[in-house]
């Protein structure tokens, strides 16, 4: 069965310290694996795409890598600011396309 | 400016009631999406439509129906049968992206709350 599990649920970090966020997937071929931010009422802000191991995206404070299981967002030195939810999300290469989200990793950033 | 809109931003519904979320879109998207987000769980596809006049059951279909008039609205009508519908839910489209995969774009939200 095609699953997306993030880990951990919650990170409390202190300003400035980096950490890494967790997404591993069991998928029928991989067509893409998305990262989004959503803050607290708000709906999901799209943040990187990733299509095949190995690759890379950076924006900002954040860098998304991407494994053959697994995808990590590295956050480097983060602010306050950081602090949301993180959704990855894995869209399957086969049938229908379908798309799975994870339930999220709640960052909270203290100053 | 391109995106999608939601409306109400929050939704009230007595018990027994029929209510309908407005989701519009700019983008010239082919696909749009509904989702239901509950605390704690990964968001949950309830219907989506790959083209105008035409669209699918997700995976918690029961109890929500939907239309495809036009290509920039897809509304969602929450019906008595939903027995638990007080949820956050969300509306997306999507466009193909460089390498094929459809990156979803996301309303702001609607809250429902059954009273």
């Known amino acids: 069965e095609d699953q997306v599990t993030q880990s951990p649920e919650a990170l409390r970090l202190q300003e400035g310290e980096s950490s890494s966020l967790n997404c591993s997937y069991t998928v029928s071929g991989l067509r893409g694996l998305f990262w989004y931010r959503q803050d607290p009422g708000k709906g999901p802000e799209f943040l990187f795409t990733?299509?095949?191991a190995g690759e890379e995206k950076e924006k900002e404070r954040l860098k998304a890598t991407l494994t053959k299981k697994e995808s990590f967002l590295h956050i480097t030195a983060p602010k306050p600011e950081d602090s949301a939810t993180y959704l990855c999300?894995?869209?399957?290469?086969?049938?229908?396309?379908?798309?799975?989200f994870g339930a999220g990793t709640r960052l909270f950033v203290k100053a | 400016d391109g995106g999608i809109t939601q409306s109400p931003k929050y939704l009230f519904r007595k018990e027994g009631q029929n209510v309908t979320l407005s989701c519009e879109q700019n983008l010239n998207h082919d696909a749009m999406y509904w989702y239901r987000q509950d605390p704690g769980q990964g968001l949950r596809l309830i219907y989506y439509s790959q083209i105008v006049n035409d669209f699918q059951k997700g995976d918690i279909a029961e109890g929500y129906s939907v239309s495809r008039e036009k290509k920039e609205s897809f509304p969602l009508t929450v019906t008595s049968a939903q027995k638990n519908p007080t949820a956050f839910y969300l509306c997306?489209?999507?466009?193909?992206?460089?390498?094929?995969?459809?990156?979803?774009?996301f309303g702001p939200g609607t809250r429902l709350t059954v009273l």
């Open positions: 999300a894995v869209q399957e290469g086969t049938g229908g396309f379908k798309t799975i």
């Open positions: 990733l299509y095949s």
């Open positions: 997306a489209s999507s466009h193909p992206g460089l390498a094929g995969a459809d990156e979803q774009f």
